[in-house]
C-alpha cells in the first residue's frame, strides 16, 4: 500500500495537490476538514458537535478526530493506499494513526510537507475566502488556526522525521510544477 501523509499550514495547497496525486496514484484521499464540513452540512450529530470549533479555527478534539478518521479508511477495505490531508494534526492522531495501520499490517510510506511563506499563505487564504466564503478562512478565524498550527501541528514533523519518512517539497510556483515535484518524490518510494 501506498500510504502518504501531505502535510502543511493552512492554505500550503494540501487539498489541491491531493486530487491530482490521487488521480495519478489511484489513491483515496481523505481529508479530515472536507469530512467535517461534509458532516456540519448534513447536520449531523457529530457536525453539530464541532461546527462551533471549527467555525472559530480551533482543532477538533483528537478522539472525536480519529475515530471520524479510522471509520472512513475502513469504509475503503479494497485500497491501494490513501493520502491523508488535515490528518495528523497531533502527535497523539499520528501516534494513533500509526498503531490503527499497524494493526492492518500496513503503515505510512510517506509524509511530504509543502513549503510555503506565510506572505503567500496569507495571501492565498484570502483569495480562498473570497472564492468559498469559508467562515474559519476569515482573518481573525485564520489566526487561530495558524496559532493552532504552530502551537500543535508543527510537532508532527519532528515525529515523521524520527522515523525517517520526512521530506519537503517547494510549495510555492506553477501547480503542474509542484505536482511534478511531489510525484518525483512518491515514485522514489
Ligand atoms: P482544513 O480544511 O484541513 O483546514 O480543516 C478545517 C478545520 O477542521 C480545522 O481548522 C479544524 O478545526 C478541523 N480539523 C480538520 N482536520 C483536523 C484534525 N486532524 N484534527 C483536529 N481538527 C481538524
Same mark, same amino acid.
Given at each position: 500500500?501506498?500510504?502518504?501523509?501531505?502535510?502543511?499550514?493552512?492554505?500550503?495547497?494540501?487539498?489541491?495537490?491531493?486530487?491530482?496525486?490521487?488521480?495519478?496514484?489511484?489513491?483515496?484521499?481523505?481529508?479530515?476538514?472536507?469530512?467535517? @464540513?461534509?458532516?456540519?452540512?448534513?447536520?449531523?450529530?457529530?457536525?453539530?458537535?464541532?461546527?462551533?470549533?471549527?467555525?472559530?479555527?480551533?482543532?477538533?478534539?483528537?478522539?472525536?478526530?480519529?475515530?471520524?478518521?479510522?471509520?472512513?479508511?475502513?469504509?475503503?477495505?479494497?485500497?491501494?493506499?490513501?493520502?491523508?490531508?488535515?490528518?495528523?494534526?497531533?502527535?497523539?492522531?499520528?501516534?494513533?494513526?500509526?498503531?490503527?495501520?499497524?494493526?492492518?499490517?500496513?503503515?505510512?510510506?510517506?509524509?511530504?510537507?509543502?513549503?510555503?511563506?506565510?506572505?503567500?499563505?496569507?495571501?492565498?487564504?484570502?483569495? @480562498?475566502?473570497?472564492?468559498?466564503? @469559508?467562515?474559519?478562512?476569515?482573518?481573525?478565524?485564520?489566526?487561530?488556526?495558524?496559532?493552532?498550527?504552530?502551537?500543535?501541528?508543527?510537532?508532527?514533523?519532528?515525529?515523521?522525521?524520527?522515523?525517517?519518512?520526512?521530506?519537503?517539497?517547494?510549495?510555492?510556483?506553477?501547480?503542474?510544477?509542484?505536482?511534478?515535484?511531489?510525484?518525483?518524490?512518491?515514485?522514489?518510494?
Amino acid at each position: 500500500m501506498l500510504n502518504l501523509v501531505l502535510f502543511g499550514p493552512p492554505g500550503a495547497g494540501k487539498g489541491t495537490q491531493s486530487e491530482k496525486l490521487i488521480n495519478k496514484y489511484e489513491l483515496i484521499h481523505i481529508s479530515t476538514g472536507d469530512l467535517f @464540513r461534509a458532516h456540519i452540512k448534513n447536520q449531523s450529530t457529530l457536525g453539530q458537535r464541532v461546527s462551533a470549533l471549527i467555525a472559530d479555527g480551533q482543532l477538533v478534539p483528537d478522539e472525536i478526530t480519529i475515530a471520524m478518521l479510522e471509520e472512513e479508511v475502513d469504509k475503503n477495505p479494497e485500497a491501494k493506499g490513501f493520502i491523508f490531508d488535515g490528518f495528523p494534526r497531533t502527535v497523539p492522531q499520528a501516534e494513533a494513526l500509526d498503531d490503527f495501520l499497524k494493526s492492518k499490517d500496513s503503515a505510512i510510506t510517506g509524509v511530504i510537507a509543502l513549503d510555503v511563506n506565510q506572505e503567500e499563505l496569507t495571501k492565498r487564504i484570502a483569495q @480562498r475566502q473570497l472564492e468559498t466564503g @469559508r467562515v474559519d478562512d476569515q482573518a481573525d478565524k485564520l489566526q487561530t488556526r495558524i496559532a493552532e498550527y504552530f502551537d500543535k501541528t508543527i510537532h508532527v514533523l519532528p515525529y515523521y522525521e524520527e522515523q525517517n519518512k520526512l521530506s519537503k517539497v517547494n510549495g510555492i510556483g506553477k501547480i503542474e510544477d509542484i505536482f511534478a515535484d511531489l510525484c518525483a518524490q512518491v515514485d522514489k518510494y
